[in-house]
């Protein structure tokens, strides 16, 4: 990966993979900001949605702040990704994979769909790269 961003690499494919969850396949992904500090994530998504996501890992703060809201036609969610992440999910993570390797079936997601999100955050990581 080009620039190294250490919180693109961290959080980055978790955040582009609940972005792609909620709104669709990701079709481009754009990336602006310093990479050591604050930097934005413009992603375009398929059926004419769009996304946009700051990330900062040089934040002096005491609690670390996690959150995706999403706003359209429809009406508003919001998720606390800090809050909504806990031993249980762990344990449910864990159940469905093996529930999956007991059963021989493929499991979501997969090898393919890690790949997919390394590429997306490769692109990101070459934007804050090149200074766009």
Same mark, same amino acid.
């Given at each position: 990966?080009? %620039?190294?961003? +250490?919180?693109?690499? /961290? !959080?980055?494919?978790? =955040?582009?993979?609940? !972005? $792609?969850?909620?709104? +669709?396949?990701? =079709?481009?992904?754009?990336?602006?900001?310093? *990479?050591?500090?604050?930097?934005?994530?413009? !992603? #375009?998504?398929?059926?004419?949605?769009?996304? #946009?996501?700051?990330?900062? +890992?040089?934040?002096?703060?005491?609690?670390?702040?996690?959150?995706? #809201?999403?706003?359209?036609?429809? +009406? %508003?969610?919001?998720?606390?990704?800090t809050a909504?992440?806990? *031993?249980?999910?762990?344990?449910?993570?864990?159940?469905?994979?093996?529930?999956?390797?007991?059963? #021989?079936?493929?499991? $979501?997601?997969?090898?393919? &769909?890690?790949?997919?999100?390394?590429? =997306?955050? $490769?692109?990101? /990581?070459? /934007? !804050?790269?090149?200074? &766009?």
């Amino acid at each position: 990966m080009a %620039a190294r961003a +250490g919180v693109l690499l /961290d !959080l980055g494919p978790d =955040l582009v993979d609940l !972005l $792609e969850t909620a709104l +669709g396949r990701v =079709l481009a992904i754009r990336a602006h900001g310093d *990479p050591h500090g604050w930097f934005g994530l413009m !992603l #375009e998504h398929e059926g004419g949605r769009f996304s #946009e996501a700051s990330m900062c +890992g040089s934040a002096a703060v005491d609690q670390p702040v996690a959150r995706v #809201e999403i706003f359209g036609s429809g +009406g %508003a969610a919001e998720v606390d990704c800090t809050a909504a992440v806990g *031993p249980e999910t762990y344990t449910t993570m864990f159940r469905e994979f093996a529930d999956a390797v007991h059963r #021989e079936t493929p499991h $979501e997601p997969d090898v393919h &769909r890690g790949l997919r999100l390394q590429q =997306l955050i $490769e692109a990101a /990581d070459t /934007d !804050l790269l090149a200074g &766009r």
